[in-house]
């Protein structure tokens, strides 16, 4: 449902376009962003992947309405975004002090629904259904310090879930969980993202998870910031922590991910030309054996 | 956030802040809403609190309100830390003076004043069982925490190494305890101060308190109004000079090293 | 067993005070220092129920209003100051200089100023109790976490419903530990408000006491003083640990990593 062939004809949901961050310190200014342009179709999963210090958390924040641009504009579904819009909600990396401390899970994942004047009724069905679909039935009453990291920020999914936005940005959610944790929440992620449809931007440094996760990949310059590449993952729909990662094609596309971010490193800011998007391209196959398997998936790389 | 970068930065509008107080007394009196009998203008007060500064009588309660301070800060502070040292360091003492310490430290300082009145009169003294009373609870506190932050382990190392107990706690134990005792001493001395002027504005001992209860009882407003000044302003200055103090001792200290000077 | 223990360390110490203090007092004639048998008595005839009612609870009512008046005013003020920056830097050094002057020398002038009543008590209390419930109110508002204001911030919580879920919970921490500093702040001052200026209390019985040279009696009244102050601090440790609930298990758990 997510891959669309006719991609041309659909308005896209969330748009960047040039956007541009210049911070004023006391030694002068420095550019965190230089010119950042990429679009993200409805119901897409596309992960920004960049080397650290690439102004990934600057750019997440312009787009969630939490910092104002220095220049360029992002708009979500045909509107400017000036504040942080109603449609969007997003999952912080540090789990830890996103949740309110003093309220239960269950108070957390319901406080934005409150806020937002949704019934008793109907703000029941949709909490229980939202800490269903991250496997936290069982613990509502319990206060978020009281589990671990990664039940934190099933707690963090599931409050953003609940909230029914549009668009979920995540920055680096997984960044401080253990390995196996992390592979557990990344399928959460993509379960989620399968069952609602929702549209998500998925912020992380790490080259595997991006590749695992995304239909997309955008490959972030080092600061200051531009899109370096922008690399449609063209793997089976279906994923899975083992077979996915077993399969050439994954390796192959790790393998340019890696690659681009070491070009990235070395010129910053050089690659993308102002006030365009990077060319979508689609990494060519390399040995025979991939084809065959992505023979049912394959039509969902087709971009520019 | 925006407009916060126009407007001057923070030294300047505390100055602003402390004008426009100013001000606001200046007028308030001058316009009749009080009536300045009450409450003189600032402009007067400060007059005679300048004019304090050239006179030997307000010098000499000055010095009488901080050698009770003084003395009576060092006299609990010593108690205190000998005692929160013998009872931290014992696991059977701090928990049978527990009970007692939980009921004696709530009893309110000012409880002793007709005690202290009996026993001493009008003198230093009195002054001095108040502050020495109501400041030796807060470094015990302190104390006592501190040598419960003691690390077992730290301890522990030093016990294997062959060091003795009065070695441990000069190496181990002192230095975890060190950045307690400061804020405990911190803490004491605002107390200290209080007491010092309360005591003396209720008891009649010498000091500044006695010479504000004087001012109000004989009339001179404009004066009571300046020594209420001066106690402030000697709050000020043992507030930050203990926080130099304490900055000095503990600049080796990580919890010093990372504090954010506001 | 372990109860019986801890029943020990709860008494013991207690228990070894006052036999010292029995013993030394036998066949003593000391003025100052009365018999536990005697203060016992004089405890139990002197605090009657008529008392009660009318020296010490007008007193309790005037502790109540003036702390309740000052966490009111100092939490409100404390949020208005704190979530202003402006304005904060504007008020800090006069505040800072407020703090700084004992509250006991503010009687003379309250008194002065409105009279010698019970509104003068309270204001007493009040201009005493501020202080640290305000200080400590900025300073938590202040600390709000940043990760934490912009989750916040996306989910549009704003306005009445960020204090309420946000801003206040998140300072409620420091704002009790004001409260704390506020309690034995207001105790002293109602002693001395009615010491310095009254014709009832708890303050003045005691001076009265001590003035006619009636010792046990002005012990007795200390005592009195002192229950009331382990009464209210036993108070605030219930209601802190409801209150706080959250914050001291959120410290466990931060310092067993």
Known sequence: MQSNPTEGSVQPLLSVRGVQKIYKVDAGEIEAVRNLTFDLRPGELVCLVGPSGS??????????????????????????????????????QEYGRSLFPWMTVRGNVELPLKNAGIAKA????????????????????????????????????????????????????????????????????????????????????????????????????????????????DLPEKRDQLTTRSLPRFVELRNHVYEQIQIAKQNKGQAAPAASAAPRTTVPHVSAATHGVLADGGGSGDGS | MKSAKRLPTGPLLGLAGILGFLLTWELIPRLGVVNPRFLPPASEVL????????????????????????????????????????IGSSNFLRKATNSTIEFLRPIPSVALIPLAVLLFGFRIESTLLLVVYASFWQVLIQVLYGV?????????????FGLGRMARIRYVVWPTTLPYLMTGVRLAAAVALILAITASLIIGSPGLGKEIANAQSGGAIAQMYALVLTTGVLGILINMGMRVVERRTLSWHSSVRGEVVV | MNTLKKAGYLVGLPALLIFIWWFSTQGSTNFFVPKPGTLVEKFVTVWTWD??????????????????????????????????????????????????????????????????????????????????????????????????????????????????????????????????????????????SEMFASSEGLGFTIVQFQRSFAIPEMWSGIVVLGLIGVAMSFLFQWSERRILGWYHGLREVEHAE
């Open chain 1, 122 to 233: 109907e703000r029941n069905q949709l909490v229980d259904d939202a800490l269903e679909a991250v496997g936290l039935a069982h613990v509502p009453t319990s206060y978020p310090w009281q589990l671990s990291g990664g039940m934190q920020q099933r707690v963090a999914i599931a409050r953003a879930v609940a909230y029914q936005p549009k668009v979920l940005l995540m920055d680096e959610p997984f960044a401080a969980v253990d390995a196996q944790t992390r592979a557990d929440l990344e399928d959460l992620v993509r379960s989620v993202w399968e069952k609602l449809g929702v549209t998500i931007l998925f912020v992380t440094h790490d080259i595997d998870e991006s590749v695992y996760l995304g239909e997309r990949v955008v490959v972030l310059s080092s600061s200051p910031t531009v899109v370096q590449e922008d690399i449609v993952i």
């Open chain 2, 148 to 160: 419960a932050d003691v690390d077992p382990v730290a301890n522990n190392t030093a016990k294997s």
């Open chain 3, 51 to 192: 008392r009660f009612m009318a020296d010490v609870l007008p007193s309790l009512i005037r502790l109540v209003a003036g702390i309740a008046l000052a966490i009111v005013l100092g939490t409100a003020l404390g949020i208005l100051v704190g979530t202003n920056r402006w304005l904060r830097s504007l008020l800090e050094p006069v505040l800072e200089f407020f703090r700084a002057i004992p509250p006991p020398v503010l009687i003379p002038v309250l008194m002065l100023l409105i009279g010698i009543n019970d509104q003068m008590k309270i204001a007493v209390i009040v201009s005493g109790c501020i202080w640290p419930v305000l200080l400590n109110t900025i300073e938590g508002v202040r600390a709000v976490d940043g990760v934490l204001s912009d989750s916040a911030r996306t989910f549009r919580i704003s306005g009445f419903a960020r204090l309420r879920y946000l801003v206040l919970p998140s300072a409620s921490p420091q704002i009790m530990a004001g409260v704390r500093q506020c309690l034995s702040i207001g105790l002293i001052l109602m002693v001395i």
């Open chain 2, 47 to 86: 007059g005679v609190f300048i004019n304090n500064l050239g006179l030997g009588a307000f010098w000499a309660a000055v010095v009488d309100t901080m050698t009770g301070w003084f003395l009576g800060l060092l006299i609990a502070t010593v108690a205190a830390v000998v005692l929160g040292l013998v």
């Open chain 1, 55 to 92: 102004g990934k958390t600057t750019l997440l924040k312009i787009i969630a309405g939490l910092m104002a641009p220095t220049s360029g504009e992002v708009v979500l579904a045909g509107k400017k975004v000036t504040e942080p819009p109603k449609d969007m909600a997003v999952v912080f």
